[in-house]
């Protein structure tokens, strides 16, 4: 009996995490949880400056937003499609204690509005990306940074990119200017 009751919850654990997972492919990236390293690494390539409004486009686990709030005292905004992410984002979020820096709304990112954003952080697909631009950038403000992870954005020069070529900056003033999206 107590055999089968522990086979059963193993079983829907793996079945939450597969759907955590693979279900928000459908709607626009898989999840990858970041180790600890790579969130720093991130947050430190985007040379964030305290007060600014960084925004996570499918923020997952809410952890880089959550990590770039206590160390460059930023407003975290994150918009995730998936209800168990955002359930545990917005755990991680109040045991932190901070319920007025981070906020995490349970939504599609390809409606969601970021016209208020100075840092928009995107750790998604090329198709995703791919939906979002050019379009997303006629709400943006003009003085906005772009950083994605991984995956750069096909068509928009880089103003910056690391050493191992994962991390990628768009200058949205200089994109605009210099590089015009083609
Ligand atoms: C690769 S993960 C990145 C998570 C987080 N940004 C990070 O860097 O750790 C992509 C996330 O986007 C979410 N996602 C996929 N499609 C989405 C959509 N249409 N709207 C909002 N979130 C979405 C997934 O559930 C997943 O958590």
Not at 4 to 9: A, E, V, Y
Not at 45 to 64: H, I
Not at 157 to 179: A, I, M, W
Request: charged residues 20%.
């Amino acid at each position: 009996m107590m055999v089968t009751i522990f086979s059963s919850l193993v079983l829907i654990f793996f079945i939450l995490l597969a759907g955590m997972a693979i279900i928000p492919v459908f709607f626009g990236a898989p999840w990858h949880p970041l180790s600890d390293k790579n969130i720093n690494r991130i947050i430190k390539f985007a040379d964030l400056n305290p007060g600014e409004n960084f925004y996570d486009l499918g923020s997952g686990d809410g952890r880089v937003l959550i990590a770039a709030s206590r160390k460059r005292f930023i407003h975290g905004v994150g918009v995730e499609i998936d209800p168990i992410k955002v359930w545990l984002s917005r755990y991680f979020v109040i045991t932190k204690k901070l319920t007025d820096k981070v906020c995490i709304h349970r939504g599609n990112m390809f409606n969601f509005d970021v016209s208020e954003a100075d840092v928009l952080y995107l750790y998604l697909t090329h198709q995703a990306l791919d939906r979002l631009f050019p379009e997303i950038l006629e709400q943006m403000k003009p003085s906005a940074r772009i950083i994605c992870y991984r995956f750069c954005i096909r068509n928009l020069e880089p103003t910056k990119v690391n050493n191992d070529k994962n991390l990628f900056l768009y200058n949205l003033n200089k994109g605009r200017t210099v590089n015009e999206y083609s």
